[in-house]
């Protein structure tokens, strides 16, 4: 079943010269891993923002064609009732921050939807152990780390128990360490708690060990979209991605020319093993 | 050229963020400084442009110590990008940006302008003199606190995380200004988290960890001798893959390029050719 469905859309900011989305059609499924990639000014961001449904109930501006998500068409829904289904964490994370400490902050959704007490209680306390922040219920939000403050807005979201969850670049200000720590804390929250999750991410080879799904925009509009492997080949085929190809890909690629075909690698290790059995036949070869 | 002899600071008591550090920077130097968040790498920063002083230790510029400079004084010689370059634009035009600096240290009106065109022009954004600043892509505007820096005819060029947010053009096209600049003389201190930049472009690393410099040397040698996870870093692709083939004959690289030369060079000697 498709979680998100989005057919024909087109918007304009208000006073925009041009629009950001161009007929994008899609569909991502439920318990998907998508990846969303494209340049600056792709549309990636606009593309998040209609699926939360802040666009257009937030920004205004011009739309056309449909969005749903989950069983709700977000032009029809009010922007309420698509945050209960749409958790989003955004680019500039420190900005949706907006209480004293840190289980304050998970509470504070909960909170504006009229929750019980015990129930926020409960629930602050299983999001803060899902994102690896129990003990610093009491701390200031101000004093945590680029990370922490990311994972605790991560939190916040998870604690609306939402069904698909929606990042816009996510690791652009954390260390590898932290990054890492991050997708596989999204990987956990696919697999275990079966969330739809969507991502935007420039650094491709980040997703590339979870996604199940890539999409590519160009200029507002969808230019693949598929697999991983599908999406890596056709850009591997565009001179002016080639830079944008995760290093793993770009290695694969560098080499198959001159090799026979690799399969479709998604970690360092797999590559690796490969390789390996590739030389090894070589060897084999030369002392035949 | 800056020299840094065992500095400690702390911005609260018993709560070190910088301990006990000692580096030189060189002229033309290109230099990585990387580390997990909270390293101390910003820090280390601001000591060099004498926006927070020494608690303990000395910091010398062309051999005199810096604890009499203000950040004014430092800012004639070293340019400073943010990782967040929108927080140091605050004019309408591009050109008007960057001839700010030159006007504030007492350079006339058409000479800070001239100098303002040449560096605009140095960054690619000849053409972009009337853009205005907040309306530029990230890339853009990452460029264009370089022209600024760029303007007061730095030796020392310092950038925290200048690529994040980037996409892989955009990096590329910045890295690329980079090499440029470190070419024409710019000594060069880059704080980042990109492992792949590192490999790919910067010869000399520094790893800070916990306030204090663990590593400082090659590249290379970082990524071909030491277990870089326990720091925080993470192994670039090619050296993972690198490492797991060298059994099998084939030397180490740390770039994708490298390895790819390094597998074809291994399997011509394996057949012979």
Known sequence: MSEIVISGLSYTYPKAAKPSLQNVSLKIDSGAFAALAGLNGSGKTSLCLAIAGAVPHYYGGAMAGQVYTGEVKTTESGICEIANIVGLVLEDYESQLVTLTVEEEVAFGLENRGVEQSEINRRVKEALQMVGLSGKEKQQTAALSGGQKQRLAIASVLATKPQILVLDEPTSALDPEGASELYELLHRLNQDHKLTILVVEHDLSLALPFASQFILLADGSVEKAGSPAEVLQYMGSKQHYACSLPPLWQLKLGLEPEFSSFGDWKTDDEAANELIHCLEKLEAGKSA | ?273
Not at chain 2, 161 to 169: A, K, L, W
Request: glycine letters at 8%.
């Open chain 2, 1 to 273: 050229m800056l020299e840094f002899n065992n500095v400690s600071f702390s911005y609260h008591k018993n709560c070190p963020v910088v301990s006990d550090l000692s580096l030189t920077v060189n002229p033309g130097e290109y230099i990585a400084v990387v580390g997990r968040n909270g390293s101390g790498k910003t820090t280390l920063t601001r000591l060099i442009m004498s926006l927070v002083k020494p608690v303990k230790g000395t910091i010398l510029f062309d051999g005199e110590t810096t604890k009499k400079y203000a950040p004014a004084d430092m800012a004639r010689h070293i340019g400073y990008v943010f990782q967040n370059p929108s927080r140091q634009m605050f004019h309408d035009t591009a050109i008007e940006e960057v001839a700010f600096g030159p006007l504030q240290i007492g350079i006339s009106k058409d000479d800070a302008i001239k100098q303002a065109k040449e560096a605009l022009a140095k960054v690619g954004l000849n053409g972009y003199e009337t853009a205005y600043p907040s309306g530029l892509s990230k890339g853009q505007k990452q460029r264009l606190a370089v022209a600024s820096a760029l303007s007061m005819a730095p030796r020392l060029l310092i950038l925290d995380e200048p690529t994040s947010g980037q996409d892989q053009q955009d990096k590329a096209l910045f890295l690329t200004l980079l090499d440029h600049l470190h070419q024409k003389g710019l000594a060069i201190i880059l704080i980042t988290h990109d492992m792949n930049i590192l490999a790919e472009k910067v010869a000399r690393t520094i790893v800070m960890c916990d306030g204090t410099k663990v590593y400082d040397g090659s590249t290379a040698n970082l990524f071909q001798f030491h277990d870089v996870e326990k720091w925080g870093l993470k192994k670039p692709t090619a050296v993972t893959i690198s490492h797991k083939l060298s059994p099998y004959g084939v030397s180490f690289s740390p770039t994708v390029d490298g390895l790819i030369a390094e597998f074809k060079a291994n399997e011509r000697g394996a057949v012979g050719v």
